[in-house]
């Protein structure tokens, strides 16, 4: 039987090899039939993979960095924003603030203030050219270690922020192997995040910092976990620098702090838990500093929220009932009221929720998050990289089968020009939606978890019911 695994695994893993060599070198994004192939098989194989060689953490381990390894020079295939990484940080070379200024300025006036400009512009796009940057400080540094390494090499400067990821990624699954361990739940349990060909693709592949910003996150909750809430705010400051995503949970660590003993000695420590994150976010922020910059930035965040729409779930459902009663779109209203929404739901779990565990901290984060996704007017499939992490220290697994029938959104870029098709999208959330019900109302708990009762653990953790949230 082992000698079996041992065979099964390496045609496995040469066969994976050769599919994310072919995905990274010679895919286009418009060829959907092509890309929804290898997407399923490469699952397929990553199942089969993570099923027979779960007690064999080195082995998972290292297939897991080669098939990363394999995109290290190709240029990414499904994303465009890696050419505005390569700007921002050749502007920071040059001594230049990336938040004052557009792409699109320097082109129209003939003005090339870093090497490869017009051909960095033409690959960013014309609407990613015409925004100020969003991209937080963190993030920044990792695009000036990128033209420092590569000012003059549009692929020298990929394989540096393909390296600096692939890095974060064996952060990831260093210290989610001793979370795990330390919540008493199943190693292996990291391979849903560190072998999933969704991150591998997105993240490695197409160049999306979400590893970075992990990396900081789940250290962040490792730290918490062993109180040492100091650090852990430091580290989470540092998740948001990269991306800002990691503020949305914020409300969610009151009780983490906060308990019924001592509550005017938790509600000190929550305040300066929150003053160090705030302040640590400001010292990283202040080399960019300007009276511009805040107007600039928010302007940019805002557009999402605006402007942008993408692969939408219940936000495409307000926009045809407002069709039908105003006969436009009211992405302008509807855009605002969503993240209010979000908000509520926040304040409701943080208060009318337990979350006081590691675990209960983590599944509340999980839906919290999923809420925000589920009524956001933009939702890129990178996004779904957070849920992913965070479902690996919990029970759920929807998802994991949203990392699958996310391939669906990339069925509009088969269209040219470019152009949502509908039913796609619903497909995709009907699947992911039915999943999750199924699991929250209709699945049947496990019996063992890690070598305890599953019904104690979920006691411990404050899940007595499959439906609780």
Known sequence: MFLWRKY????????????????????????????????????????????????????????????????????????????????????????????????????????????????????????????????????QLCFLIAALFANKSIVGSVVVMRIIIILADIGILFF???????????????FLYVLNPFIIIEMTGNLHFEPVMLFFFIWSLYMLHHKKWIWSAILLACSVSVKLIPLLFLPLY???FVKVSSKIKGYIK????????????????????SPQLVSNYSNSVGLWFRNFEFNASFYYLAREIGYLFRGYNEIAVIGKIMPILTILFLIGITFFRKNKSTLELIT??????SFYYFTTTTFHPWYLATLIILAVFTKYRFPLVWSIAIIL?????????????????????????????????????????????????????????????
Not at 270 to 289: C, G
Request: aromatic content about 22%; hydrophobic content about 45%; glycine content about 4%.
């Open 176 to 190: 989610g192997k001793k979370l795990l361990e330390n919540l008493n739940l199943p190693i292996h349990n990291i």
């Open 364 to 369: 509340a984060m999980l839906f919290g998050l």
């Open 270 to 289: 929550l305040l300066s838990f929150y003053i160090v994150i705030l302040s640590t976010i400001l010292v990283l922020f202040l080399p960019f500093y």
């Open 8 to 139: 099964n695994a390496s045609i496995l893993t040469y066969v994976s090899l050769l599919l994310y060599f072919f995905f990274a070198y010679f895919l286009d994004r418009t060829e959907f039939s092509k890309l929804l192939f290898l997407w399923f098989f490469l699952f397929f194989s990553a199942y089969l993979l993570w099923k027979n060689c779960k007690s064999n953490f080195v082995f998972l381990a290292s297939v897991s960095i080669l098939f990363r390894l394999v995109f290290l020079f190709a240029i990414p295939n499904l994303s465009q924003d890696f050419y505005r990484f390569i700007w921002d940080g050749r502007m920071i070379l040059e001594g230049l603030n990336p938040y004052l200024s557009l792409p699109e300025t320097f082109i129209e006036q003939r003005h090339f203030p870093i090497n490869q400009a017009v051909e960095l512009y033409k690959g960013m796009g014309s609407m990613n050219g015409s925004h100020y940057t969003n991209y937080p400080p963190i993030n």
């Open 254 to 256: 009151y009780k983490s």
């Open 409 to 469: 959104s990339y069925q509009a870029y088969a269209n040219q020009p470019w152009k949502e098709n509908l039913w796609f999208v619903c497909l995709e959330y009907t699947i992911v939606y039915g999943y999750l019900l199924w699991e929250l109302f209709i699945k049947k708990p496990t019996r063992k978890l890690s070598g305890k009762n599953c019904y104690e653990k979920e006691k411990e953790s404050g899940f007595t019911t499959t439906a609780q949230i």
